[in-house]
């Protein structure tokens, strides 16, 4: 159905925990140096939960901030799309404990389950909810607490991740207002599975001693595989969505690529001929949030002066599925 209608982001909140882990203190922990890290990803140091704090406590703190930073009632809203692949639990959906925890009232929500790509598929549901005209006020939440499933002997993947949230508002743009999320393209190659997963704690291989004993219950990475990947899809991604909206690089104000390896970003600036000044770059201060990491960047963005109402934004994300996105919006504050 097409209604004319554009979702635009009115709000941002975000949220990390106060302690940090440091690639000094990671030198302590595995056979690792702060240069090795600084130089393979970009990342000086991540924000780690204290036991005991969940997806949804971070999810809400992003919302808490949001509320503070831009004043919204949260009574009207109407739905709650959360990108995590680290929910509290296996069911009920961390939607429904954040709903709980805010005492939001006549609202409804899910979780949508992308790896990296969390936000910004949850970002494109939650528009969808808007455009239709089914709803004017939905909640987009991307929260993961990474280091609940970390092994902090595996120096290949200790070392990548962070725990953090970030939360978008979004409504209908006003008539003749030229801000909002203009398009979108999204893609899943399941045979990536294998490359970044946590196997067990499913219904494949459901929690047991040997589960436990075998180590499924923490992050397995082929690093190089989903680099590559990485890197030839993002490329793919933003040249796709840029080209099907008759755009370039070039016509780009903003871009914000899931914070996954200062590599990976780099390399796909370069590739659409983006000046660097206009790419953002904050996985120094907060490794890889999964879906934390855009919006986290939106809030480096607005912090850095580089991203304004009306600007072009781009932003992109590949992650375990393997998923990928890329979206354009105009931004609206
Ligand atoms: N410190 C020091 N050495 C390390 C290390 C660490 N933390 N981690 C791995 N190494 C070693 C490896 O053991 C290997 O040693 P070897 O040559 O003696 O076997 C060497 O460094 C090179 O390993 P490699 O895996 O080729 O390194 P890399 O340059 O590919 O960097 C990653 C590793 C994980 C940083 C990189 O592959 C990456 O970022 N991949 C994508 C991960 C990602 O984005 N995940 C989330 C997806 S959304």
Redesign the pocket.
Known sequence: MKTGIRAKISALGTYVPPKILSNFDLEKM????NE??LE??GIRERHLVEKGMAASDLAVGAVRNLVERHGVDLNEVEAIVLGTVTPDMMYPSTACLVQHKLGLKNVWGFDVSA??SGFVFALTTGAKLVESGAHKKVLVIGADVNSSMIDYSD??TC??FGDGAGAVLLEPAAEGEDVGLIDFVHQVEGFGGEY?CMPGGGSLNPASKETVEQNMHVVH?D??Q??KY?VKKMAEMTERVLHKNGLTGQDVDCFIA?Q??KR?IMATADRLKMPHEKVIVNIDRYG?TTAGTIPLAMMTALEEGKLKKGDTLLIAS???GFTSGASILKWAF
């Open positions: 595995v056979d690792t140096t090795w890290i393979r990803t790896g990296c120096r290949s070392i990548i970044l990475q690093g190089q989903v680099f990485a899931h996954a390896n990976i890889n590949v992650g375990a």
